[in-house]
């Protein structure tokens, strides 16, 4: 639910900021609760998941890492399954596919393009904000900052197609825990194969 509350915030983010650089004598900054709320979620959810990934799983730093920018690539499609579910019944849930054939960069990139306009339309939106509307309260920066932060889980999601097109990638750059070997081993002793350990 809260993923769809942030992709509905955002829209109205980068409306508010639009109306702020065409008409900046009559619309002002937001006041600060507003930016708040959404940075408040947003650490509330980067904590939870350190702390789930590195009490519950066990996992280093670096695949706590890895594990909170996945999570937070997912950001946009929940929330927007989440809008359509509230206006639309009955629509099927899309099972992605797993161990699935590595798509070029290309289409790994096309995937995301709603995600890349978003980062994008939010990098820009901060820019002329801090540019070109007078920046004299804290309401203004932290506007500003809220708009930068906002970017953070469509960003993820560029990075997340950006790895997936490159299949050749190793896993080492995250490195091993005992609770992923168990799943592994427990997964190729099901086909017959055995763990690669170099």
Not at 11 to 39: E, G, N, Q, R
């Amino acid at each position: 639910m809260a993923d769809g509350f942030n992709l509905a915030f955002n829209f109205t983010a980068l409306a508010w900021s639009l109306a702020m650089l065409w008409l900046p004598k009559k619309v002002d900054p937001p006041l600060m609760v507003f930016a708040a709320l959404p940075l408040t979620l947003f650490c509330f959810k980067i904590v939870k998941m350190i702390h789930l990934y590195t009490t519950r799983v066990g996992a280093n730093p670096r695949q706590t890492a890895a594990a909170a920018l996945a999570g937070l690539a997912l950001t946009h499609v929940i929330g927007l399954a989440v809008l359509a579910g509230l206006v639309r019944k009955g629509r099927a849930f899309f099972r992605t596919p797993k161990m699935a054939v590595a798509q070029p960069l290309s289409n790994a990139l096309a995937t995301v393009r709603e995600e890349g306009l978003f980062m994008l339309s939010l990098w820009l939106a901060a820019y002329a904000v801090a540019r070109y509307t007078p920046m004299n309260s804290p309401d203004a920066y932290l506007w500003e900052i809220m708009l930068l932060i906002q970017s953070v889980p469509y960003t993820a999601s560029v990075l997340m197609a950006v790895i997936s097109g490159f299949p050749k990638m190793s896993a080492r750059l995250v490195g091993r825990s005992a609770s992923m070997e168990e799943t592994v081993l427990g997964i190729l002793a099901k086909t017959g194969h055995a763990l690669d350990r170099r």
